[in-house]
Each structure stands twice: as C-alpha cells, then as structure tokens.
C-alpha cells in the first residue's frame, strides 16, 4: 500500500440549538467532548485541524484552528477551510459529537480510500458525508459548490470519485458502528455517558 499523509478535519463551529449549549465543550469524563475526539483520532493521522466560526472560544488549548470563512454554509465549508490548512494528502472529517468514535474505524476508512478522492459510509440509506475520507484533490470541487449555494456535501460525493463504504466494509474494525453516534440533543448525550461508563 503506497503510503499517503493523513489528517483529521474536526467540525466544531455548530450552534448546538438542539443540545442548547456548546456541544464542543460538554464534559465527558474528565475531558470535554472535543478534547476526547481529538483524542481519538490523534493517533492514527498526522495533523488535527479543527474548524470553528469566527469568534468560538475553543477550550483545549488547541493550536490549529482554522474558522468558516462565513457563517450558516455547514459542514461543506468547514471541510473546504480544513482542507485548505491542512499539509496532508486526504482527511478524515469529522463532527465534535461522536464521543464513541473508535480510531480503528478511521483507519479502515483511509485503507477504503485508496485510489479514490473520498470514501463516504452508506449505511441505512443514509451517506454519512461527515464521518468520511476526503482526497484534498476536492477542494475546487467544495469551493465550487460552495460558490454556486450547492451546500449539501452529498452534492461534493456525487461530483468526485467516491467510494461508498457499506456496513459490511467496517464490521471488522467497528462492529456496532459505534462511530457514527452522535450527539445532537441531550439524551443522546446521556446515553453516550452511560454507554462510555461514565453515567
């Protein structure tokens, strides 16, 4: 396998109005949520990039931050912002709300992208575009989306050379797809708790 420099995209910018309070710095256990996924994935990539709006205070003590150019674009403009600061050839993209992310998941998804620009989840008949591998060969394909209002980042999936990755494809290294809970609202987060042991 030819080796290839990977980063982690790490969308923390969200208004959190379903949760009704920053969802970046929730504790779980004696870290914030944020801090955990950085935690996470930080083993398996070579650079963190966190992508937050203008004017987020972010917690952490974390150095590379990139902000949304404008506010109100979702998660396609945060993916064009981390791919424009990153180093790395491809990235994994993530949201800050998947504190049960499991770094073996991250892996096989950057061993499913090789030769191919992205490699997105399919899984309930739902594309999982932020928990996905992007080349930063997209890049011009995102900013040009972004330019045209096009926002939804499947519009990016179906413009590139993407792999879809079933279920099947990642039961070895996330057998119950623990990756892709997220916490959008207060009992999601709860349940994460519990789930995590820390609740």
């Given at each position: ?29 004696d ?74 998941y ?58 879809l ?12 797809l ?22």
């Amino acid at each position: 396998m030819l080796w290839m420099s990977n980063a982690a995209i790490v969308l923390c910018g969200g208004r959190s109005r379903r949760m009704g309070r920053d969802k970046a710095a929730l504790p779980f256990g004696d870290e914030t949520m944020l801090e955990r996924v950085v935690r996470i994935v930080r083993p398996v990539v070579d650079e963190v990039i966190l992508v937050a709006r203008e004017g987020q205070q972010v917690v952490g003590g974390f150095r590379d931050i990139v902000r949304d150019p404008a506010e109100g674009l979702g998660p396609l403009a945060g993916l064009a912002a981390g791919l424009a600061a990153m180093r790395s050839e491809r990235a994994f993209l993530t949201s800050c709300d998947v504190p049960l992310l499991r770094p073996e998941y991250v892996t096989r998804l950057f061993e499913l992208s090789d030769g191919r620009q992205a490699a997105v989840p399919h899984i309930g008949g739902y594309y999982m575009t932020t928990s996905a591998v992007y080349a930063r060969s997209v890049l011009p394909v995102a900013e040009r989306l972004l330019a045209q209002r096009r926002l939804r980042p499947f519009f990016l999936v179906e413009e590139v050379d993407a792999r879809l990755v079933t279920a099947d494809d990642l039961r070895d290294a996330d057998p119950n797809l623990l990756s892709f809970r997220n916490c959008n609202e207060p009992g999601d987060y709860e349940a994460a708790l519990r789930d995590a042991g820390f609740a």
